[in-house]
């Protein structure tokens, strides 16, 4: 959360308190990241 509101400061924007509350009600991420040869196989 903390990068989030650093990057959101350096653009110059400002989040809502809901913004934020939606943010932290997320369910966090579980399992391994990619690889770079399957992120390879991805669009980006």
């Known amino acids: 959360m903390a ?3 650093d ?3 350096a653009d110059g924007g400002e989040l809502t308190a809901a913004q ?3 943010l932290g009600n997320l369910t ?3 399992g ?3 690889d770079v040869a399957a992120m390879g196989l991805s669009d980006r």
Do not use: D
């Open 7 to 9: 990057n959101t400061a």
């Open 32 to 34: 391994e990241r990619l």
């Open 28 to 30: 966090p991420t579980s």
């Open 3 to 5: 990068h989030l509101e």
């Open 20 to 22: 934020i509350e939606k």
